[in-house]
């Protein structure tokens, strides 16, 4: 157990030295800007996850991640407000929406809050779209994001233009998530999410709010979702409604289930795997490249119900099973 | 002193009275048979008791205080713990963590100190887990600590669902049914381990139709029939009593 703990933590450390130097072994634009894409939906599909582990689908998801995307352009294009104040706003904010929503409708479960964050999706996706567009910009969006930038006066002057920089921002913000979210998992509160998914009559029984402990686990989510809205928007530098609008949490989702639903390292896996493969290898199929995504996706989840995070158990039960043979 | 009284208790499921102007009371350090044949209310009362359901008439008292219509964690977190009819545990975790999460409201891990890690909330994590050891041992589960709890066999399960409701520390233990599906054996073991949990000062509220069964260890029985008392008393009189005896087989020929 001690042993193969050592070996998980020399791979992850290899993962990020790997990470930190991808830079200097490609200056290709498009990959950089690929991985960066990754970046924030590892936070987007981690956010899911959390909600996920109290056992809800929160099918607004990327609405919520559009509220952090709004809020942050607000705070820095309307309020002056610099990127490094507004990206921990904007997450606070749509944590904040968040728990009013959850305390409204977490009292439902299952099918029932699915169609509660169903309809929300398409309300604020209404309300960006018709509503206020002076300020949310309509249908069109709102375009020319500033990039952020971080100005010590006369000592130095750093723009993330290129997607150098803002590779190391994405990266820099993906690990923290992972850590927290990791951390979350372990402490006493993450065992408790997990219970409510397990059995939300026994928690409740044995004298713990059921209610308390979900609205802060969809406070938690949201908030890592406002903070990719957040990045997302300042690194694309247009946001319309429809970014995140309802189907665009479906790809998420597929990330989660993929990877490894209720695990941390799960939405990485997933999100890295998936996004890589269509972004990377699939493009030269063009016509049938969805066709194949989707039989990829089939097929894991067929045959890996508990995604491709459960690769290393699998193999070592084969060994297991071989082993009694060979003796 | 009264642990628990109910002052008539009334459900109503749109035209069905299932339990109709229902009173009685359990005393400190006792344990009491809610019995009747099937379908005559006992569960309908468990559940309003421990806050699952909401009574459309009368008072529930817990020790003085007034819990009718409480939220369950509420009720819990005085004192009143209850099992399931069904078993109910968190299959996918360990034992012993079944048991720690039992444990969790009487610690004083706040959230903030939980997510933080704090060396207090170290200290909390190390005293649950000891008082969590403390219960398997004393339920017979303490070499299984480790397992996943769907890997139990029944009887261990149904075990573990009551070392979970001790870890919560209850005054008054709620048991919904403990005995079904257990076979001789199981079931002498688990009334002897009642029996135990009474003399370390709680009183158990004991809920069953197998009425053979609890007649050796209840002070006292109340009988329900189609959501009425009809009997109460000691278990020997009750079973002695015509009413009684009526519910149970139909009326003589």
Known sequence: ?327 | MKMLETRNLTKRFGGLVAVNGLAFHLEQGEILGLIGPNGAGKTTVFNMITGALRPSAGEIFFRDGRITGLKPNRIARLGAVRTFQLTNLFPEMTVLDNVVLGTHHKSKIGLFQSLAATKQAKDCEVLARKQARGILEFMDLADQCDALAKNLPHGQQRRLEMSIALAADPQLLLLDEPLQGMNQDEVRDMLARIEKIRGAGRSVLLVEHNMKAVTNICDRVVVLDFGRKIAEGPPHAVMQDDAVIEAYLGIEA
């Not at chain 1, 006369?154 to 690990?175: C, G, N, P, Q, R």
């Not at chain 1, 996004?275 to 490249?289: C, K, V």
Request: contains cysteine; glycine residues 10%; positive net charge.
């Open chain 1, 1 to 327: 157990m001690h042993e193969k703990s050592r070996i998980k933590g020399v791979i992850l450390a290899a993962i990020v030295v790997l990470l930190v130097a991808m830079p200097g072994f490609t200056k290709e634009p498009y990959v950089l800007h690929i991985l960066c894409l990754i970046g924030i939906n590892i936070i987007l599909a981690a956010s899911l996850n959390v909600i996920l582990n109290i056992g809800e689908l929160n099918l607004a998801q990327a609405a919520f991640m559009g509220i952090g995307a709004y809020a942050s352009t607000f705070l820095v294009m309307r309020l002056g407000l610099s990127f490094w104040v507004a990206l921990p706003l904007a997450s606070v904010i749509t944590a904040a929406v968040s728990l009013l929503i959850g305390l409204l409708t977490l009292r439902f479960r299952g099918a029932y809050f699915l169609l509660f964050t169903f309809l929300f999706a398409e309300l604020v996706r209404i309300l960006f779209s018709n509503f206020w567009i002076g300020i949310f910009g309509g249908i069109p969006g709102i375009t020319n994001i500033p990039k952020p930038r971080i100005d010590l006066g006369s000592i130095a002057l750093i723009t993330f233009d290129s997607k150098m920089e803002f590779y190391y921002l994405v990266l820099f913000l993906t690990m923290l998530t992972i850590l927290i979210l990791g951390r979350i998992d372990r402490s006493r509160t993450g065992m408790i999410f997990n219970a409510i998914s397990q059995s939300e009559s026994l928690v409740e029984s044995i004298g713990i709010s059921t209610m308390r402990f979900k609205v802060l686990g969809v406070a938690i989510g949201c908030f890592f979702a406002g903070m990719a809205g957040s990045l997302y928007a300042h690194f694309v530098g247009i946001i319309t409604p429809s970014d995140f609008a309802v189907h665009s949490v479906l790809a998420p989702i597929a990330y989660v289930v993929v990877g490894g639903m209720g695990t941390v390292l799960g939405p990485v896996i997933g999100t890295s795997f998936l996004m890589a493969l269509s972004h990377f290898f699939l493009r030269e199929l063009g016509f049938y490249e969805l066709l194949v995504y989707g039989i990829i996706i089939v097929v894991i989840i067929r045959f890996m119900p508990e995604g491709l995070i459960s690769i290393p158990r699998m193999v070592s039960s084969w060994f297991a099973e071989f082993r009694p043979a060979s003796r």
